[in-house]
């Protein structure tokens, strides 16, 4: 019975860290950033299903203060080693119930192992991985920044990743594989992959323009040229483009001696038309110039750029600032298996997210039905008002 219910449930992978806040003991996981910013400048984090939910209980950890940063990490059950070669996976769920109009939601996966000072951790602790939604104003993406060792960088993905903007949870997972690939996923669906080396600016590139090499000066990159046999209408440029009002009259008040000299007001000449040369292909036109290439000598391959935990990595944490709160983050885990991670989401974010959004729905229905009830009742006074006047309230 037992192997048959080993075959039942396999392990699917390794499972580093895992958080779904629905019990007060979070509090003794997870330690806020007390040495970061000063107390003011810090704002609380909110145990809480949210202010619309499928269930009261199914709760996640929210920003509750506007204007003010955010610092709070926890440990990895195990160390998570790129030496091992496995995947990366790290996935959390994000609600921004304010619908957030200037604030981070990422999260950073960290090292430092016992030296890591939980109390200080803040925007200039070194980490491997940032992963996430950041929003405001024009700039919408969905950050993956990955930490290259050798050149002691954290290396932002070349091309944005479009994020979520409504107010309801989204699960974001990153991928990290050894074959230095990576993939993000919104929601279970695939949003951006690809291999880190053409997507990341790790390396150095693969070519460079070859600098023994320059444009010849005979080289003609002019596509159009002037017709030679469109010339301009003969007088044209005796032609003025604005001529004195004929209708202009000099005012009977206008004095010479203290006004001046009247002029009449310049206005548009009708005789006068734009006149441009017109273009023609140029048939000594070669095309556009390309600097010829060589191999960059600079350039060396790197079959680890992958390892962003090549020393271990400890913990996850959030550092945020955030212009208006109300962020909620929920059902965070960090393992080696991608089918695991899904799993667990299916489990916790797929499971509660239709109830949820009828939740929303049915508060957003009944707030339409108070704002009319409001605007009925005030009409209501409006009219008692103007009975009021017309036939003299109490003395009629």
Known sequence: MLATAALASPVMGEV????????EG????????????????????????????????????????????????????????????????????????????????????LGGGSSFDSAKFGGDTPYAV????????????????????????????????????????????????PDNTFEVFVDNKSVRSGSIEEEFDMLPAKEIEDPNVSKPDDWVDQREIEDPDHKKPEGYDDIPAEIPDPEASKPDDWDDEEDGEWEPPM???????????????NPEYKGPWKHPK??????????????????????????????????????IIVTDSLEEAQKFGEETFFKKKDAERAAYDEKQKKKEEERKAAAAADEDDDDDDEDEDIFGGDEF
């Open 267 to 281: 206005v548009d000449n009708p005789d006068w038309e734009p006149w441009e040369p017109k273009m023609i292909p």
């Open 130 to 177: 940032m992963f996430g939604p950041d929003i405001c104003g024009s700039t919408k993406r969905t950050h993956v920044i990955m930490r290259y060792k050798p050149k002691d960088e954290n290396v932002l993905i070349r091309k944005d990743i479009p994020c979520e903007t409504d107010v309801h949870s989204h699960l974001y997972t990153l991928v990290i594989r």
């Open 26 to 109: 979070w509090k003794d996981r997870w330690t806020a950033s007390t040495k970061w910013k000063s107390k003011s400048e810090m704002g609380e984090w909110k145990l809480t299903a949210g202010d619309w939910f499928g269930d009261e209980k199914d709760t996640g950890i929210k920003t509750s203060t506007d204007g003010r940063f955010y610092g709070i990490s926890a440990a990895l059950s195990k160390p998570f080693n790129s030496s091992e070669k496995k995947d990366l996976v790290i996935q959390y769920s994000v609600k921004n119930e304010q619908k957030i109009d200037c604030g981070g939601a990422y999260i950073k996966l």
């Open 16 to 23: 580093y860290f895992k958080e779904q806040f629905n019990d």
């Open 294 to 331: 060589i191999a960059n000598p600079d350039y060396a391959p790197d079959d680890k750029l992958y390892a962003v935990c090549d020393e271990g990595c400890t913990h996850v944490g959030f550092e945020l600032w955030q212009v208006k709160s109300g962020t909620l983050f929920d059902d």
